[in-house]
C-alpha cells in the first residue's frame, strides 16, 4: 500500500489496482476492507474482478486437500460486487463500465475500452492479443515460450486467424456490455437488419429476469446484469452466431476470432 501511494503521488501516470473478490477466507468485512484500502493508497483507478477457477486449478488441489476454504459461490461473489458498486457511488468514484472505476480524470480506461471495439490494437508481449487488418492473433500465452520464439528469431504469434466480416458486430455487442449500456445507435447493423430489433425478444427475456432495463434505444444493465456482464454479451453473441448462415471453418484447436479475442479478455479478467 506504502509502495503504490508513492506511486500515486509522484503524478507522473495513472496508477490503477486490480482488486480480486471471491477469493477463500475473503468475507464481505474482508473485501470492504479491501475497498477502503484503495482509497487510501490515493491510486487513481480501480478494477474490480471475480475470481474465478477451474477445476484443476492448484487453488481447487488445496481446497481438496483441506488446507485451503473454498472460494466464494457465485451468489456470494455476487453480493461482494453489489457491495463494490455501493461503495464506489457512496465515495464518489466514477464508474467506466462495469468493472472499473476512476477517481479523477488521470485515469480513462482508454485500453480497456477500446480493445473491446473494432479498433486496431498492436499486441505487444508474451500472452499479448490484438486485431490488425481484419486478422486477430495472439502471442505464446508463456513467457518460456514467448522467449524461446525471440530467441530462436521465429515468430511469437502462437495463433493467427482471419476475422469474420461480422466482427464489428459482435464487437459492438461486447463493447457495449462492458460499457454497461447497449446502444442502438453504437451497434453494427446485421445483414442491414437493426442488430437491437434483432436482440429485443432475447433483451425481453432478460429483462424479465431483473438483468436488465429495455428502453427503447437503450439495454441499460442492472447490477445483477452488470456482475453477468460477460455472460450477457456471450449470449448476444451465440444469438446472433444463429443466424450466420456461412460461418467459416477454423483450422483444427482455433476458435473463431471473436471468440479468441472473447478468450483472451476472460483470461486477462481473471
Not at 477466507?25 to 474482508?30: A, G, I
Not at 515468430?155 to 462492458?178: N, W
Not at 424479465?208 to 456471450?234: C, K, M, P
Request: glycine share 8%.
Amino acid at each position: 500500500m506504502e509502495r503504490v501511494s508513492q506511486l500515486a503521488s509522484r503524478d507522473e501516470a495513472p496508477i490503477v489496482i486490480d482488486l480480486l473478490y471471491g477469493l477463500p477466507y475473503q468475507t464481505l468485512e474482508v473485501f470492504e476492507q479491501d475497498l477502503k484500502d484503495f482509497m487510501e493508497t490515493g491510486a487513481h483507478g480501480v478494477d474490480l474482478y471475480q475470481l474465478v477457477v477451474g477445476g484443476s486449478a492448484p487453488m481447487m488441489e488445496l481446497v481438496q486437500k483441506g488446507r485451503s476454504e473454498s472460494p466464494a459461490s457465485s451468489a456470494e461473489k455476487a453480493a461482494m460486487y453489489e457491495l463494490g458498486v455501493d461503495f464506489m457511488s457512496k465515495h464518489f468514484v466514477k464508474q467506466l463500465s462495469v468493472n472499473h472505476w476512476a477517481r479523477d480524470n488521470r485515469e480513462r480506461s482508454q485500453y480497456n475500452s477500446v480493445a473491446k471495439t473494432f479498433a486496431e490494437v498492436l499486441p505487444l508481449g508474451a500472452g499479448a492479443g490484438g486485431n490488425i487488418g481484419g486478422y486477430g492473433m495472439m502471442h505464446h500465452r508463456t513467457l518460456d515460450a514467448y522467449m524461446e520464439a525471440m530467441r530462436s528469431g521465429k515468430t511469437t504469434i502462437a495463433m493467427m486467424s482471419k476475422q469474420s466480416r461480422y466482427e464489428p458486430v459482435l464487437a459492438s455487442l461486447k463493447a457495449g456490455f462492458d460499457s454497461g449500456v447497449v446502444r442502438r445507435s453504437m451497434l453494427v447493423d446485421f445483414e442491414g437488419e437493426d442488430t437491437f430489433d434483432l436482440l429485443t425478444p432475447l433483451f425481453k427475456v432478460w429483462q424479465r429476469n431483473g438483468l436488465v432495463e429495455l428502453h427503447s434505444d437503450y439495454l441499460e444493465l442492472t447490477i445483477a446484469g452488470s456482475f453477468w456482464a460477460v455472460t450477457l454479451a456471450q449470449g448476444a453473441i451465440a444469438a446472433v452466431n444463429t443466424m450466420i448462415t456461412d460461418k467459416p471453418k477454423m483450422p483444427k484447436g482455433m476458435s473463431h476470432p471473436h471468440a479468441m479475442q472473447e478468450q483472451k479478455q476472460q483470461t486477462d479478467e481473471n
